[in-house]
Structure formats: C-alpha cells, structure tokens
C-alpha cells in the first residue's frame, strides 16, 4: 500500500494528476481554498502543509482506488528519477509539451533563457490549472499567480523570482488563446502587468537590455487589451529605468510623455510621474524651486488618491507616503540638497517596513547622500550593510549605488570604514 512520510507541494500535484481532480474540486476534498493548493504546487518540495492537512492528505490517498495510487506512486518514482537534462537550460523549441496542449509560443521560449525542464513543467501545471478553472474565474487566478510572485521578489529577490514569474507570462500567453474575446483582453491585460513586473525583475538584476525587452512587451500587450493607462505606466517605468543609466534628459521626457499621452492615469501614478519629473529637472541641474514645485504637486496628488476609486492596482502601481518620502530623497539628493535626503531616507527606514531587498537599496540610497554631503564614515558604514543585503538578493541596482558610494569616498580611501567597504565591493 502506498504510504507517505511527509507531504509535499510536489507530492500534492501528484496526487491530484493521479485522482485527476481539478484544483478547486481537490481543494474541495481537503476542506482549502483553491489558492492555498496552488500556492503549495508552485512551490513544490519547498512548501509543507500544516500537520492536520497532512493528515488530510492521508486520508484522501487511502480512500483513492488501486488505480489511482497506482498512478500516483508511479508519478512519486518518475519525479524522483534523475535526468541529465533537469540542469541544463532549454533552447527554444525543445522540450515535451503534451499533445493535447498547443505549444508555447517561440517567441515566449527564447524569452526564457535560464529555464529548465522542472520550471517548463511549472507552465505547463499553471495551464493545467487555468483549464480546471471556470472561464470567470480566471482573471482572479491569474493575478493571485501574478502578486505570489511580487511577495516573493520582495524576499529572495530577482533571480529567484524570475522563473515563476515568466511561467505565469507563459500560461497567461497560451490561455488567452482559448477564451473569449473580453476574457482575452482581461488575461492580456494581466499580461502587461506580468511583463511589466519582469522588466522591474531583470531591472533590479542589472539585465537592462532584458529589461526593456519587456517593457516593451509590457506596452505591446496593452495595446492588443485596449489599456492606455498601461501605455502611460509603461513610460513611467522606463523613465526609471533611465535613472539606472544617470541619463537626467530621458528621466524628464518620458515622465512627460507619461502625463502628457492620451490616457487618464490614476491619482497615485500620476503623483510618481510628478516625483519622476522633479527627479529629472534635478539631475539636470535645475532651480530647485522648480524642482520644489513638482514634489508640492506629487503630493497634492497623492493626496487626492482614493483607494475605493483608483484603480492604480491594476496597473500593479504602488505608492504610499513612505514611498513618495524615499523618492523624493532620491530628488533631493540630485538636486544637492543631501541633508533633507538623509532624514527622509532616515525616516522611512526607521519604520521597518520595507522589504529587506528594499531597505538594502534605499540604505544605500542614503549612504551616497551622506557620501555626497562630506561624511565619509556613515556613508561607508550604511553602504557595508547594503552589500550584505545586495549580494543575497541578487540585486544589483543596488549594488551599483554601493559602487557609486565608492567612487564618491575616494578621497577618504586611507580611512578604516572606507576601506572596508572597498574590500567588501572588491569581493
């Protein structure tokens, strides 16, 4: 008889292939919510129900027929079975799409360059997933899909991140296939949405060529759903990413041209263009008066942002007070004004309520403004611990401010905190 030591995501979707239940009809069974069985599946050997739902699980397999567990233990030996290709990365066209699945898309394959034969089976268990869903219910899947995979950039940061999120762009791309016109349009909108969040993720990783890439395919799928605010969203992300090139003229006109384009953008988004714009008058060595002006209206703006009449949340666009107040030290530090930025930078970490990958880029946010303000020692000791942090997340936007830090400290080399932290960055 078939037996199990410990439940996990991966012998979960086995056993529901086996019973050939759908997710809602096995959440069902187990007394869950659909999402809780997906978020067990996704994340495969790596998520352990709680003991009473292995317990469930228990009974569930042993109420199974012969038939069924025998599938399911055959499914258990073929899983465990090593391949030599579950470490080599996939070129486009390969892998075993099964027959009754149309094939993803070429263009979408190439797209994923580091992913193996367990991440290309990933998509295909979304898709499976999509079809066990009512074609109402989809949109709702697909965006829990989409915001499990923002929580999980927010702690292990880009790299790890990646895979899942560009699986969810793969069955997002082979579902809208198989739907209606206006549920099409609702999934390609998610599309956007995804893509947009991947072009942040290879952002965040330093793979910017990637990231307009799908910025780009951000802008294209908006266009096919009929979405201009998405359009608008998209220019307001690029003109972010130009800040990652130190390019002042950019930042400005494509936050002009976000505010300025033939859409309605919502209060909150409108309020980060404005932000976005004081940023560029700054780096273009403006009056600071006018750079003034444009945080006065970011906030104005901000302050007319009605969560129950703004559907910023759609775009995937977040932007609260501590938010505002970290982006405007990124202005005020441009502009020269490097005290303001240190306090504000200061204030919002104080809170503990960013992301650890979030507190690392901002922390060396303030360590370049304490840098730029002729306090070698702070600045060199707040960069160090942005290092540690950097380096576990995989992110390298921040450690480029760090390396900038660097550069900055240069005439205070022969100090011990300044050399440490050229040590740490040289490692």
Same mark, same amino acid.
């Given at each position: 008889?078939?037996?199990?030591?410990?439940?996990?995501?991966?012998?979960?979707?086995?056993?529901?292939?086996?019973?050939?239940?759908? /997710?809602?009809?096995?959440?069902?069974?187990?007394? %869950?919510?659909?999402?809780?069985?997906?978020?067990?599946?996704?994340?495969? #050997?790596?998520?352990?129900?709680?003991?009473?739902?292995?317990?469930? @699980?228990?009974?569930?397999?042993?109420?199974?027929? &012969?038939? &069924?567990?025998?599938?399911?233990?055959?499914?258990?030996?073929?899983?465990?079975?090593?391949?030599?290709?579950?470490?080599?990365?996939?070129?486009?066209?390969?892998?075993?799409?099964?027959?009754?699945?149309?094939?993803?898309?070429?263009?979408?394959?190439?797209?994923?360059?580091?992913?193996?034969? &367990?991440?290309?089976?990933?998509?295909?268990?979304?898709?499976?997933?999509?079809?066990?869903?009512?074609?109402?219910?989809?949109?709702?899947?697909?965006?829990?899909?989409?915001?499990?995979?923002?929580?999980?950039?927010?702690?292990?940061?880009?790299?790890?991140?990646?895979?899942?999120?560009?699986?969810?762009?793969?069955?997002?791309?082979?579902?809208?296939?198989?739907?209606?016109?206006?549920?099409?349009?609702?999934?390609?909108?998610?599309?956007?949405?995804?893509?947009?969040?991947?072009?942040?993720?290879?952002?965040?990783?330093?793979?910017?060529?990637?990231?307009?890439?799908?910025?780009?395919?951000?802008?294209? $799928?908006?266009?096919?759903?009929?979405?201009?605010?998405?359009?608008?969203?998209?220019?307001?992300?690029?003109?972010?990413?130009?800040?990652?090139?130190?390019?002042?003229?950019?930042?400005?006109?494509?936050?002009?041209?976000?505010?300025?384009?033939?859409?309605?953008?919502?209060?909150?988004?409108?309020?980060?263009?404005?932000?976005?714009?004081?940023?560029?008058?700054?780096?273009?060595?403006?009056?600071?008066?006018?750079?003034?002006?444009?945080?006065?209206?970011?906030? #104005?703006?901000?302050?007319?942002?009605?969560?129950?009449?703004?559907?910023?949340?759609?775009?995937?666009? %977040?932007?609260?007070?501590?938010?505002?107040? @970290?982006?405007?030290?990124?202005?005020?530090?441009?502009?020269?004004?490097?005290?303001?930025?240190?306090?504000?930078?200061?204030?919002?970490?104080?809170?503990?309520?960013?992301?650890?990958?979030?507190?690392?880029?901002?922390?060396?946010?303030?360590?370049?403004?304490?840098?730029?303000?002729?306090?070698?020692?702070?600045?060199?000791?707040?960069?160090?611990?942005?290092?540690?942090?950097?380096?576990?997340?995989?992110?390298?936007?921040?450690?480029?401010?760090?390396?900038?830090?660097?550069?900055?400290?240069?005439? $205070?080399?022969?100090?011990?905190? /300044?050399?440490?932290?050229?040590?740490?960055?040289?490692?």
């Amino acid at each position: 008889m078939v037996t199990m030591g410990q439940w996990t995501g991966r012998e979960t979707r086995l056993l529901r292939h086996a019973l050939r239940l759908t /997710v809602r009809d096995f959440a069902e069974d187990l007394g %869950v919510s659909p999402r809780t069985v997906s978020k067990w599946e996704t994340a495969g #050997s790596g998520r352990t129900p709680r003991p009473e739902l292995q317990a469930a @699980l228990d009974t569930l397999l042993a109420r199974a027929t &012969d038939e &069924d567990r025998e599938r399911f233990e055959q499914a258990r030996v073929e899983a465990a079975a090593p391949t030599p290709e579950n470490d080599e990365p996939l070129h486009p066209g390969q892998g075993h799409a099964r027959p009754d699945h149309p094939p993803l898309p070429l263009g979408l394959v190439s797209g994923l360059p580091h992913m193996n034969v &367990d991440q290309l089976r990933q998509v295909s268990q979304l898709v499976d997933d999509a079809r066990g869903q009512h074609e109402g219910d989809l949109v709702p899947y697909f965006a829990a899909r989409i915001e499990d995979c923002q929580t999980q950039d927010g702690s292990l940061g880009p790299i790890r991140t990646l895979p899942s999120t560009l699986s969810v762009i793969a069955a997002l791309d082979v579902t809208a296939r198989q739907v209606s016109l206006l549920i099409r349009r609702q999934l390609l909108t998610l599309a956007a949405r995804s893509a947009e969040f991947t072009g942040w993720l290879y952002r965040d990783a330093g793979a910017l060529d990637q990231a307009t890439y799908w910025y780009d395919r951000a802008t294209e $799928w908006a266009q096919e759903a009929h979405n201009p605010a998405m359009q608008g969203y998209v220019l307001l992300r690029k003109s972010q990413m130009a800040y990652d090139h130190h390019d002042g003229i950019r930042v400005l006109t494509l936050a002009e041209a976000a505010e300025f384009g033939p859409w309605q953008l919502p209060a909150c988004v409108r309020a980060e263009v404005a932000q976005q714009q004081a940023l560029g008058l700054g780096m273009l060595g403006s009056p600071r008066d006018d750079v003034e002006r444009k945080l006065d209206r970011a906030w #104005s703006l901000l302050g007319q942002a009605k969560p129950a009449d703004d559907d910023s949340h759609l775009l995937g666009a %977040v932007l609260t007070e501590g938010t505002l107040r @970290l982006r405007s030290g990124v202005c005020y530090t441009e502009a020269g004004q490097t005290e303001r930025a240190t306090d504000l930078f200061g204030q919002v970490l104080a809170g503990d309520t960013l992301s650890r990958r979030d507190a690392g880029y901002f922390t060396a946010r303030r360590a370049a403004a304490f840098a730029l303000g002729g306090d070698p020692d702070t600045a060199a000791t707040l960069a160090l611990q942005s290092v540690e942090v950097a380096t576990s997340a995989n992110s390298q936007r921040t450690l480029r401010v760090v390396s900038d830090v660097v550069t900055t400290l240069q005439p $205070w080399s022969d100090r011990p905190a /300044v050399r440490s932290l050229s040590e740490a960055v040289a490692q």
